[in-house]
């Protein structure tokens, strides 16, 4: 009996760390508040116009009198804006307390605008493509318009938060001190185009979905999309080493944890949402702004704040050699690498080391621009 008292005991031990971790995220998350930004007659880059766009954001702390303290952080693939709270709160780079915080969430994510939510003529397979431009101008007005902001601290993206940091950087240099991006690039290039057309194929293939008119999902190709998609997620490495252990119940075969990701890899998530926001990703070029004539180099050039670019050593979306190529062309980047082995996901602290690194790294990059 005493020797399962003291089992007991320290396996508490052993869980408290975890349990306080757990406790502290759900209270950040507690703390942000839903709103929802609507646009008459919104005007995409395809020349459709949409009678109503909705952006959905969150926020965290308050606007101070002097509207001087926002920082913005632009959603990734089919987020929501709850996908920031690795960097906030107590130990981490972002303070509620003196800080406001925006996350908004993309086109296409099931909550903003989206195919799934949209009444026709533009529902389904007939929304229009959106780009990330489109998605900066909706919420650049959200914010001058809206919230009455006129100017960042600092904007923090990762992945697609990312490609749209880079693109408020090219498209309103001066809208912020400070940019950081974590696991994107400036560019989508070729070969992110082909991996993306792939998994587009890959759930498309499926009889069920019919062209985008399915009249219930399409499993099959969900799971296939989900299987390749994971295929790219992490490193090789991360595979050999079979990290995926440490995110999953204890005694889980390889086997499993593969089909479980594989059948609950997005949960919920709507087929056309996910290929609408993947056009999205193809389409992402700084180059193509309006008064650069598609060269990406002089986009980057144009670019006046400081940068802090946050690539993954081991991304197989936006690989390590796509951003030493561009951060030649920042004028004030600072390229810091995240020492990882998990992938695409070490942008966005999928792991504690990383978690760790992020914050650290951001946080005295924010600290030298005060």
């Known amino acids: 009996m005493r020797n399962t008292?003291?089992?007991?005991?320290?396996?508490?031990?052993?869980?408290?760390?975890?349990?306080?971790?757990?406790?502290?995220?759900?209270?950040i998350a507690d703390t942000a508040e839903r709103h929802d930004f609507v646009i008459s007659n919104f005007?995409?880059?395809?020349?459709?116009?949409l009678p109503e766009a909705h952006v959905v954001y969150g926020t965290y702390?308050?606007?101070?009198?002097?509207?001087?303290?926002?920082?913005?952080?632009?959603?990734?693939?089919?987020?929501?804006?709850?996908?920031?709270?690795?960097?906030?709160?107590?130990?981490?780079?972002?303070?509620?307390?003196?800080?406001?915080?925006?996350?908004?969430?993309?086109?296409?994510?099931?909550?903003?605008?989206?195919p799934s939510n949209t009444p026709e003529p533009y529902h389904g397979?007939?929304?229009?493509?959106?780009?990330?431009r489109d998605n900066v101008e909706a919420v650049h007005r959200l914010l001058t318009e809206e919230l009455k902001i006129t100017h960042l601290r600092a904007l923090i993206g990762f992945s697609m938060g990312a490609e749209q940091a880079f693109q408020w950087a090219v498209s309103y240099p001066s809208f912020a001190d400070r940019v950081i991006a974590t696991s994107g690039t400036a560019k989508?290039?070729?070969?992110?185009?082909?991996?993306?057309?792939?998994?587009?194929?890959?759930?498309?293939?499926?009889?069920?979905?019919?062209?985008?008119?399915?009249?219930?999902?399409?499993?099959?190709?969900?799971?296939?999309?989900?299987?390749?998609?994971?295929?790219?997620?992490?490193?090789?490495?991360?595979?050999?080493?079979?990290?995926?252990?440490?995110?999953?119940?204890?005694?889980?075969?390889?086997?499993?944890?593969?089909?479980n990701r594989r059948t609950h890899f997005i949960p919920g998530a709507d087929a056309n949402d996910l290929i609408l926001q993947m056009r999205t990703w193809e389409r992402h070029d700084?180059?193509?702004?309006?008064?650069?004539?598609?060269?990406?180099e002089r986009a980057l050039r144009s670019i006046k704040v400081p940068l802090l670019y946050m690539p993954s050593e081991t991304d197989l979306y936006f690989p390590l050699g796509d951003a030493r190529y561009e951060?030649?062309?920042?004028?004030?980047?600072?390229?810091?690498?995240?020492?990882s082995l998990w992938g695409h996901t070490a942008g966005a602290a999928s792991n504690p080391a990383d978690g760790k690194f992020l914050n650290e790294t951001i946080g005295r990059f924010l600290s030298a621009g005060r």
């Not at 005007?43 to 116009?49: A, D, N, P, Q, R």
């Not at 009198?65 to 693939?77: G, I, Q, R, T």
């Not at 951060?327 to 020492?339: D, E, K, Q, W």
Request: glycine share 10%; proline share 6%.
């Open 125 to 132: 397979p007939r929304f229009p493509v959106m780009t990330i």
């Open 43 to 49: 005007h995409t880059e395809s020349g459709v116009v």
């Open 327 to 339: 951060a030649a062309f920042i004028p004030h980047v600072t390229l810091s690498p995240i020492p």
């Open 61 to 114: 702390g308050h606007l101070n009198a002097a509207k001087d303290n926002a920082v913005l952080l632009p959603s990734h693939y089919m987020a929501n804006f709850h996908g920031y709270e690795w960097l906030i709160g107590p130990g981490h780079v972002l303070d509620a307390s003196q800080l406001f915080l925006v996350a908004t969430e993309l086109f296409g994510n099931g909550r903003s605008s989206s």
């Open 286 to 296: 700084v180059g193509t702004t309006a008064g650069f004539g598609g060269d990406v």
């Open 188 to 259: 989508t290039y070729p070969h992110g185009v082909v991996r993306l057309e792939g998994q587009i194929a890959a759930l498309t293939a499926d009889v069920a979905f019919k062209n985008g008119d399915y009249t219930a999902p399409p499993a099959k190709g969900l799971q296939a999309f989900a299987t390749v998609w994971m295929g790219w997620l992490y490193s090789q490495e991360w595979w050999r080493k079979e990290l995926w252990r440490t995110t999953s119940q204890p005694g889980i075969t390889f086997e499993q944890f593969v089909e």
């Open 5 to 27: 008292g003291f089992v007991l005991a320290t396996c508490l031990l052993l869980l408290a760390p975890l349990l306080l971790a757990q406790n502290a995220a759900k209270s």
